[in-house]
């Protein structure tokens, strides 16, 4: 069966744009999580998605933001870029909540130059 | 302090060697996963674990829920193993669950 879908894989924008990533999870996955990845901080949690309700949320700015659809396709957009916000933005899908049975895509790579 | 901490934070080995790469973490858990990432790759799944132990070829993943620890093992390690490998907890926050990461090992095995 078809894996984690993230598009675009790769994108460059100007600081003060803005971004929309999308991710298409596996079928039947209800739950899209996404995270950051940059070479200082690590990996850390955004936000995940559930029935197109926002369950948890991480310690990012107001500028981050996402949404699920009924489908449970998720997008998340970053308004106003900042050079930090340079990263890998991974998505994760999983059956349920509860950090049970992930399976992450392969990220879209942002970079703001 | 980091809620999931990983030792070491790198580690050469030569192939062949058995290899061990640790987790702690400070607060209850639903689940620990460990996670692969070569380099300019994604992030592979390898294990979820909510308790004792399990095996996938050469790698076995065990966690100690009292001690909150897990450990990677890899047997017999071959060049492929290089990457970096990352513990994630499900970290319990009420009736929610997020996953928190340790800042990952980077692993290389030289032939």
């Known amino acids: 069966k078809a894996g984690v879908t993230q598009t675009p894989r790769y994108l460059i924008k100007t600081r003060g744009q803005q971004v929309t990533l999308s991710c298409s999870p596996i079928?039947?996955?209800?739950?899209v999580s996404w995270y950051q990845q940059t070479p200082g901080q690590g990996l850390q949690f955004l936000f995940e998605?559930?029935?197109?309700?926002?369950?948890n949320k991480g310690n990012f700015p107001g500028r981050f933001s996402g949404r699920q659809f009924s489908n449970s396709r998720s997008e998340m957009n970053v308004s106003t870029l900042e050079l930090g916000d340079s990263a890998l933005y991974l998505c994760?899908?999983?059956f349920g909540t509860g950090g049970i049975g992930y399976t992450f895509g392969s990220g879209t790579r942002l970079t703001v130059v | 302090k980091n809620e999931v901490e990983q030792s070491p934070q790198n580690l050469t080995a030569q192939e062949g060697e058995f290899i061990t790469i640790n987790c702690s973490y400070s607060v209850g858990i639903s689940a620990l996963h460990w996670l692969q990432q070569h380099p300019g790759g994604g992030i592979v799944s390898l294990f979820m674990l909510s308790s004792g132990k399990k095996k996938h070829g050469r790698l076995i993943a065990t966690i100690n829920i009292q001690e909150k620890h897990s450990s990677l093992h890899i047997t017999a390690s071959h060049p492929r193993d290089s990457a970096v490998y990352i513990c994630a907890a499900a970290l319990k926050d009420g009736a929610n669950s997020k996953l928190t990461f340790g800042k990952g090992i980077t692993l290389s095995v030289r032939p």
């Open positions: 079928s039947g996955h209800r739950s």
């Open positions: 998605y559930f029935s197109e309700t926002q369950r």
């Open positions: 994760a899908s999983s």
